[in-house]
C-alpha cells in the first residue's frame, strides 16, 4: 500500500497542481523546465563587463584601492576590473580612454574578459576610434578560450559583416560554441541559421535540438520556433498537442507570432480543445502586440466566428491586398487556403502559389509554411502550382 503524503509534499503537489491549472504561461515554463523564463531585454547601463558590482558605499574605496594596487603591479584580473571601473563608472570616475589602457594592459596578459571588453570598446569606438579588424582580433583571442560572451560577438561578427565579410558557416560555429556554455541566444541564433538561412548546410534535425535547447532555458521566440517545427514534423515526429503547449508558453511570454498562431490552433482546434472566442482572443492580444499577420486574420475570423455577413467583404479585402502586393496578405491569403477558413475552400494549390509569393516578398514565415505544404503535395499538384505561378499578373480586385 502506498504511503500516504507528507503534510508538506501534500502541500507542494496542490500548489503544483494549482499552478499548472491557472498560472500564466511564465509560470508554467517555470514550472515545466524548472527555470525562470528570461526575456531578451536591452543591456542596462553599466553591464558591459558582466561584472557584478558591489554597491556598497562603505566597501568601495577599499576595493578601488586594492585593485589599483594590484593592478599596479601586473596581475592581469585587478587590470581588467580596473578597467572596467573606469569604462562603468563604478567606484572611479567614468573614463573610456583610462578603461582602454588597462583593459589593453590585462589583454597583452591574455585576460580572455579583457580582450572581449576590450574588443566591445573598439565596436563602439568608446574610448578612442572604431577599428572593427582590432576588435575581431581580441574577438577571436578571447574566444579560443572559451569565453562565451566573446563566442556570441564574434559569432555576430561573422553573421552581420562587421569586419568587412559574411560567414554564416563561421557564425555557426561560434553560436555553437556560445551555446554549449548554456547561452540561450545563441542557442537560438544557431537554430535559426540552421533552419533557414540559404547560405548555412541545412539540418532540420538539428535546429530544433538547438531551439529545443534555448526554449528550455527560457527562451520565448526559441518556444514558438519549436512549437512551429513540431507542427510541421520539421526536424522531429510531428507533433501536434506539444506544438500547441509550445505555442502557449510563448504567446504567454509575448511573442506577437506565437499569440497569432495560438489563436488560430483554437480557432481550428489543432492540438487542442476548439475554442474560437479564446482564439479570437489570442489574435486581439497579437494584434495589440503589433502582428500585420493577426490583424488580417483577425478580420476574417471575426467574421465567420459571428456568422454575420462581413466575412465575405473581409476575405475579399485581404484578396486585394494580396494581388496588390502586400506580403503579409499574401501569407495570410496562403494560410487559409491551406486549412480551408475564411470561407474559402481549402486548396493547396493556391496555398502553394501566395505562400511562393509572400516567401518571394520577404516573408521568412511564408517559406516555413510552404515547405511543410510541398511535403503533403502531390506530384501533379505542384505541376500546377508552378503553372499558376508562371501564370500569376497581380491585379486589383474589382
Not at 587590470?79 to 589593453?104: I, N, T
Request: aromatic share 4%.
Amino acid at each position: 500500500m502506498a504511503r500516504p503524503l507528507a503534510p508538506a509534499s501534500a502541500l507542494a503537489v496542490i500548489l503544483a497542481l494549482a499552478l499548472a491549472l491557472y498560472a500564466p504561461s511564465a509560470a508554467l515554463a517555470q514550472l515545466k523546465w524548472g527555470v525562470r523564463p528570461v526575456l531578451k531585454t536591452p543591456s542596462p547601463a553599466g553591464s558591459l563587463s558582466g561584472i557584478a558590482w558591489d554597491t556598497a558605499p562603505d566597501t568601495i574605496p577599499d576595493r578601488v584601492a586594492a585593485d589599483r594596487a594590484s593592478a599596479e603591479g601586473g596581475q592581469a584580473e585587478a587590470q581588467f576590473v580596473l578597467g572596467a571601473r573606469h569604462l562603468e563608472g563604478q567606484g572611479l570616475p567614468r573614463d573610456e580612454a583610462l578603461a582602454r589602457v588597462w583593459l589593453g594592459r590585462a589583454a597583452e596578459q591574455q585576460h580572455a574578459g579583457a580582450q572581449r571588453l576590450l574588443a566591445v570598446l573598439h565596436t563602439k569606438g568608446l574610448g578612442g576610434p572604431v577599428d572593427m579588424a582590432e576588435a575581431a582580433r581580441l574577438l577571436l583571442l578571447s574566444a579560443t578560450q572559451g569565453n562565451a560572451l566573446a563566442q556570441f560577438d564574434l559569432a555576430e561578427v561573422w553573421a552581420t559583416g562587421q569586419a568587412g565579410a559574411v560567414d554564416r558557416e563561421e557564425a555557426l560555429r561560434w553560436y555553437r560554441a556560445s551555446g554549449t556554455q548554456g547561452n540561450a541566444e545563441a542557442l537560438y541564433r544557431a537554430g535559426m541559421l540552421l533552419l533557414s538561412d540559404p547560405a548555412v548546410r541545412k539540418s532540420d534535425a538539428e535546429a530544433h535540438d538547438l531551439l529545443q535547447l534555448a526554449a528550455r532555458r527560457g527562451h520565448p521566440k526559441a518556444m514558438y520556433n519549436v512549437s512551429t517545427l513540431l507542427s510541421q514534423g520539421r526536424g522531429a515526429k510531428r507533433d501536434p498537442v506539444a506544438a500547441a503547449r509550445y505555442c502557449r508558453l510563448a504567446a504567454g511570454l509575448g511573442v506577437a507570432e506565437a499569440q497569432c498562431a495560438l489563436g488560430l490552433l483554437l480557432l481550428r482546434g489543432e492540438g487542442v480543445l476548439q475554442d474560437r472566442e479564446e482564439g479570437l482572443r489570442w489574435l486581439r492580444l497579437a494584434v495589440v502586440s503589433g502582428s500585420a499577420q493577426a490583424k488580417a486574420q483577425l478580420a476574417v475570423a471575426e467574421a465567420e466566428v459571428r456568422g454575420h455577413g462581413n466575412l465575405a467583404e473581409a476575405t475579399r479585402q485581404l484578396k486585394q491586398a494580396a494581388q496588390a502586393g502586400d506580403a503579409k496578405a499574401r501569407l495570410h491569403l496562403g494560410t487559409l487556403y491551406v486549412s480551408g477558413a475564411g470561407g474559402l475552400p481549402r486548396d493547396p494549390v493556391m496555398a502553394y502559389v501566395w505562400l511562393e509569393l509572400a516567401a518571394q516578398g520577404g516573408e521568412s514565415l511564408a517559406a516555413i509554411h510552404r515547405e511543410a505544404l510541398v511535403k503533403t503535395m502531390s506530384r501533379a499538384d505542384l505541376a500546377r502550382a508552378g503553372e499558376q505561378m508562371r501564370a500569376l499578373t497581380p491585379q486589383p480586385v474589382d
